[in-house]
């Protein structure tokens, strides 16, 4: 039997893209082989070496930032709680980012590099919703920068738009490692924030990017092909907002030939924005 021949250089990074693995930690390789002969004399001979330390001497360590509201919740369920109790003191943007900064629940936040919090203006009349942050997200701290987000801005631009008129956010403010889909607890984790987000901005008509956002905000269980170009009525507490499920850019660069449905979807999104405008409304 013949041995498989050995993958390329471009075969083998293409696999470590697929993988998750896109930015490197260090400038030289790591034999991570030769870890346990390096590291165990090491330990031996701190061990041996350690000076000894008088109770006297001892201080407490300086307290850790706590979590929005105390110590890191020990489990999923009070992780939840605690998010829902934390935004609702939010009574600003800015107090709420603030929380997001320091909330400790969601444990996407000690992968991610930072929060991915917002991008546009806060009193736009529209407010547009994705599901998580990407790698280029993930690097500058705001939504939809990447390939998706050009894509993003071209779409916006068709109906006159663009990132000073609208308001942009994601149900995950953290990246997931890798880019893999967020569990369902960490996008129940994170629920509560993107909730106060929205009734924070009110905006006049609520856009659901890709099938994740539309099935966590709107309540629905059927697919983005069937849900994208409907109204539905997302409720904020204090009212109800106008919102529609539309296809994902990333979605439309896999599959541009739905790009058409997508037009259509912000052609309605126009003229419903238009009509907010009129006197009577």
Same mark, same amino acid.
């Given at each position: *039997? *013949?041995?498989?021949? !050995? $993958? ?20 030289? $390789? ?72 320091? &909330? ?12 991915? &919090? ?8 529209? %407010? ?15 939504? &939809? ?9 071209? %779409? ?19 990246? $997931? ?15 509560? &924030? ?49 919102? %529609?499920?539309?296809?994902? $850019? ?17 052609? !309605? ?13």
């Amino acid at each position: *039997m *013949m041995p498989e021949p !050995a $993958p390329s250089l471009q075969q083998l990074l293409a696999f470590y893209l697929e993988a998750g693995v896109d930015c490197a930690l260090n400038d030289e $390789p790591v034999n991570r082989m030769l870890d346990d002969e390096i590291v165990a004399p090491v330990e031996a001979d701190a061990r041996i070496a350690a000076p000894v330390v008088r109770p006297e001497t001892i201080r407490p360590l300086a307290p850790r930032p706590a979590a929005a509201h105390g110590a890191a919740p020990s489990s999923p369920e009070a992780a939840i709680v605690s998010a829902r109790e934390a935004a609702a003191t939010a009574p600003t943007l800015d107090a709420l980012r603030a929380l997001m900064e320091q &909330f400790d629940g969601c444990a996407l936040r000690a992968t991610a590099t930072r929060l991915v &919090f917002a991008d546009g203006n806060p009193q736009a009349r529209l %407010m547009l919703v994705g599901e998580a942050p990407g790698r280029e997200e993930d690097i500058e701290g705001l939504p &939809f920068v990447g390939r998706s987000g050009k894509l993003l801005d071209l %779409m916006l631009a068709a109906i006159g738009l663009d990132r000073n008129k609208v308001y942009i956010a994601n149900v995950i403010p953290w990246r $997931p490692p890798g880019n893999r889909t967020p569990t369902p607890q960490e996008t129940q984790i994170c629920l509560p &924030f993107i909730k106060r987000q929205i009734e924070l901005v009110n905006p006049a008509i609520l856009v659901t990017l890709g099938n994740p956002s539309t099935q966590t905000l709107l309540s629905t269980r059927d697919g983005i092909t069937r849900t994208r170009g409907r109204w539905f009525d997302y409720d904020a507490g204090a009212r109800m907002i106008r919102a %529609m499920p539309t296809l994902h $850019p990333a979605y439309l660069l896999r599959q541009p030939t739905y790009k058409r449905l997508a037009w259509q979807d912000l052609r !309605a999104i126009a003229t419903a924005l238009a009509a907010t405008d009129s006197p009577a409304n």
